[in-house]
């Protein structure tokens, strides 16, 4: 089964990449699409679309390789938050420096109130799947002043 969001984020709802690049929009939209969905298959399936296989994952968390690692994050950090159901709302235009692209993003609770808030920096292969991910959580450290 599709739905409107698989549609959207595969051409046509199908599980196979559209014959053209992708933008880095479409690659991320998929991402956060993946983080927002509990069906395990779909989740697979949007991940397979938005990242490469050996994808690079780099959070507050710990880092890893592989869409596996990436799949574990969603679903122990997002999927499994205690505090019950929220999702990642992305809250920026994408800005995409050629093969880089970064975006802000919020993590919601089910009425809306802000979790946590950050941004994220992608790169991105020729074919336009997200090879690399750096996750910054939380609101930039202001600099000091200066003694």
Known sequence: MTTDDDQHLTGGGTATRPSTRQTHAEAIDAFIAAANTDDPERRARLLSLALAPDVSFHGPLGRGVGRGVVEDFITEVV??????????????????????????????????ATVLSGTDVVHLTAAGDIDEIVVFAGVLPALAPEA
């Open 79 to 112: 999927q499994g938050y205690a505090a019950g159901r929220c999702r990642m709302v992305r809250t920026t235009a994408v800005d995409s420096p050629h093969e880089w692209a970064r975006f802000g993003w919020r993590f919601e609770s089910a009425d809306g």
